[in-house]
């Protein structure tokens, strides 16, 4: 016979009432905002590495929430944050998932983008070698092959990782790879080490033992969901509405968390195992609002940004992340429903 603890109970019951707040909020988004704008299509990208938009994705709850309008929805694959980019720039999402350091370097460049919403704080990526590497520290990367795909969080952790230990990128032979095709590299034999993204890092770390050579937790930046400023301008209403379905994924996924390592691993074909290793110990839910925290570990940025020339030289750096982070969508979002974590 199964008995069901108080301490569990309460959690139930907990999530359950801030469940039913942020449904409360999702109803009255339109009417809160004044006249709601139409959009014929609403297209948003999901990822691996953003496990919300796996559950919104799954529990059709964007399409419920906008077939009255007759709104269809569509959804595309990214498989990085450089993807992710590439898709809002152009239109072919309106909703992006990608590493902070990814949006602001998109920003920099000229990509009118806003970061509205956190939907994770991961420790997604580290320096990775297969296991009987005789490479022991970053150092010993000199001359080295090294996989990354240019653009994302693991590229910007590469180069930091270079930076602290005396060297640049072009100390070593850096191979642009897709994050999947970065893990198959490493496995085959093609490269000596690999700057990983989960949930392959965690693949190859349990299915094949590849050692993480260098972990900084600080040097992650956060998942960030963007929008191109003139979504934001012209269809605030329905930039606020699709926040109150991820605050409905995000609490969702926090209050069932074995569910959430299930669909992880269907969705991206790995082992319960991997998936619940990215989810329990490599993953978090905060607060999503975005501000000065992102701010704080996008401007630890900005040196490497100048030393790497990433940018042309007369951008200003410090008012791209002041014109990144827009933090009054999700406080519209969570001052509805009266939830933030």
Same mark, same amino acid.
């Given at each position: 016979?199964?008995?069901?603890?108080?301490?569990?109970?309460?959690?139930?019951?907990?999530?359950?009432?801030?469940?039913?707040?942020? =449904?409360?909020?999702?109803?009255?988004?339109?009417?809160?905002? @004044?006249?709601?704008?139409?959009?014929?299509?609403?297209?948003?990208? $999901?990822? #691996?590495?953003?496990?919300?938009?796996?559950? /919104?994705?799954?529990?059709?709850?964007? *399409?419920?929430?906008?077939?009255?309008?007759?709104?269809?929805?569509?959804?595309?694959?990214?498989?990085?944050?450089?993807?992710?980019?590439? #898709?809002?720039?152009? @239109?072919?999402?309106?909703?992006?998932?990608?590493?902070?350091?990814?949006?602001?370097?998109?920003?920099?460049?000229?990509?009118? %983008?806003?970061?509205?919403?956190? $939907?994770?704080?991961?420790?997604?990526?580290?320096?990775?070698?297969?296991?009987?590497?005789?490479?022991?520290?970053?150092?010993?990367?000199?001359?080295?092959?090294?996989?990354?795909?240019?653009?994302?969080?693991?590229?910007?952790?590469?180069?930091?990782?270079?930076?602290?230990?005396? =060297?640049?990128?072009?100390?070593?032979?850096?191979?642009?790879?897709?994050?999947?095709?970065?893990?198959?590299?490493? /496995?085959?034999?093609? &490269?000596?080490?690999?700057?990983?993204?989960?949930? $392959?890092?965690?693949?190859? *770390?349990?299915?094949?033992?590849?050692?993480?050579?260098?972990?900084?937790?600080?040097?992650?930046?956060?998942?960030?969901?963007?929008? =191109?400023?003139?979504?934001?301008?012209?269809? *605030?209403?329905?930039?606020?509405?699709?926040?109150?379905? $991820?605050?409905?994924?995000?609490?969702?996924?926090?209050?069932?968390?074995?569910? =959430?390592?299930?669909?992880?691993?269907?969705?991206?074909?790995?082992?319960?195992?991997?998936?619940?290793?990215?989810?329990?110990?490599?993953?978090?839910?905060?607060?999503?609002?975005?501000?000065?925290?992102?701010?704080?570990? %996008?401007?630890?940025?900005?040196?490497?940004?100048?030393?790497?020339?990433?940018?042309?030289?007369? &951008?200003?750096?410090?008012?791209?992340? *002041?014109?990144?982070?827009?933090?009054?969508?999700?406080?519209?979002?969570? @001052?509805?429903? @009266?939830?933030?974590?």
């Amino acid at each position: 016979m199964h008995v069901t603890s108080p301490n569990r109970s309460l959690r139930s019951v907990m999530s359950a009432l801030a469940m039913a707040s942020v =449904l409360l909020a999702a109803a009255r988004v339109g009417t809160s905002i @004044g006249a709601v704008s139409k959009l014929d299509v609403l297209r948003l990208d $999901y990822a #691996y590495y953003n496990p919300v938009s796996l559950v /919104l994705r799954r529990m059709h709850w964007v *399409e419920q929430d906008l077939a009255r309008d007759g709104t269809r929805v569509e959804w595309l694959l990214s498989l990085g944050s450089n993807k992710a980019n590439e #898709y809002t720039a152009s @239109g072919a999402v309106q909703f992006g998932s990608t590493a902070g350091s990814a949006a602001l370097l998109a920003r920099a460049n000229g990509v009118p %983008l806003k970061t509205v919403w956190i $939907y994770s704080q991961p420790e997604w990526t580290a320096v990775v070698v297969p296991t009987v590497s005789a490479v022991r520290d970053v150092r010993d990367l000199r001359g080295k092959k090294v996989a990354a795909t240019r653009g994302t969080d693991p590229w910007f952790f590469l180069l930091q990782a270079l930076r602290a230990a005396g =060297l640049t990128q072009r100390d070593i032979s850096l191979i642009h790879l897709q994050h999947p095709d970065g893990e198959a590299a490493l /496995l085959a034999g093609q &490269v000596d080490a690999w700057a990983g993204l989960d949930p $392959y890092m965690a693949h190859a *770390e349990l299915m094949a033992g590849s050692r993480l050579l260098l972990r900084q937790r600080d040097w992650n930046t956060y998942g960030t969901l963007n929008v =191109l400023d003139s979504l934001l301008r012209d269809h *605030e209403d329905v930039v606020v509405r699709v926040l109150a379905l $991820y605050e409905r994924g995000r609490q969702w996924a926090i209050a069932h968390p074995d569910d =959430l390592v299930r669909i992880l691993s269907e969705e991206a074909k790995v082992s319960p195992e991997v998936a619940r290793k990215v989810l329990t110990e490599r993953t978090a839910f905060p607060d999503p609002r975005p501000g000065a925290r992102q701010q704080q570990v %996008l401007t630890r940025l900005v040196p490497l940004i100048r030393a790497e020339s990433l940018v042309p030289p007369d &951008v200003d750096l410090a008012k791209a992340i *002041e014109d990144l982070v827009a933090p009054e969508p999700a406080g519209r979002t969570l @001052g509805a429903s @009266g939830s933030s974590r």
